[in-house]
């Protein structure tokens, strides 16, 4: 949906308008939670916005049947998200997310109005371990179907020589650069060719 915005036309009529609708609100509420963010890290509040954060936006719809046996499979199995926040909207009557912490899993039951958001793993490449992205799935069930609606805040594949690397100004000399410098193009392919094996992409990076 950004930075360069589908066709209208090549949205299916029955949700192109509250799509292009859910999409703007979506920049406008990630840039807020952008300026919140920046400020958290003791930077100007339009820092992460200035360096790219909201540049970009894919939007993704989910869509999970009912499982006859949802013990012998996955919905979709533990990942962190390649971009710096996503923004999920969950549908009100089936759970399955769940978030690891402390090898254990929670679940993220959904609730009405709400949107869950997650820290990325590029939040987490540049502000060197300040903000962690956390690892999450989300369980098949009888019950169904689930929807949800993931919002990644990322230019994704796109071609682009934007390098992102540690923030400078969080640095210093008893914290130094834990990552290498990269492209969000970069990162994806190597996130994409190393599909969800349960080990972090970030990982990778590291100096």
């Known amino acids: 949906m950004a930075p360069h915005p589908p066709n209208p036309q090549d949205l299916p009529l029955v949700c192109r308008d509250i799509l292009l609708e859910y999409s703007n609100q979506i920049m406008k509420l990630g840039i807020l939670l952008f300026e919140l963010l920046s400020e958290a890290l003791g930077l100007d509040p339009n820092y ?95 019950n169904g179907p689930r929807i949800s609606v993931a919002s990644f805040f990322s230019t994704n594949m796109l071609p682009t020589s934007k390098v992102f690397g540690p923030i400078k100004e969080l640095l210093s000399e008893n914290n130094s650069p834990k990552y290498k410098e990269i492209t969000l193009r970069d990162y994806n392919i190597f996130s994409f060719n190393k599909g969800l094996d349960g080990i972090k992409a970030l990982d990778h990076f590291k100096l």
Not at 65 to 93: A, R, V, W, Y
Not at 111 to 125: M, R, T
Request: net charge negative; with cysteine.
């Open 48 to 142: 992460l916005s200035n360096i790219g954060c909201a540049e970009g936006l894919f939007v993704l719809g989910h869509y999970y049947p009912p499982c006859p046996q949802p013990e012998l499979t996955m919905g979709t199995t533990k990942h962190s998200d390649n971009d710096f926040i996503t923004l999920l909207l969950q549908d009100d009557l089936n759970g399955g997310l769940q978030v690891l912490k402390d090898n254990k899993w929670f679940d993220v039951p959904p609730v009405s109005g709400a949107l869950v958001i997650n820290i990325g793993d590029i939040l987490q490449l540049i502000t060197n371990d300040k903000f962690k992205s956390n690892e999450h799935r989300v369980l098949a069930s009888k």
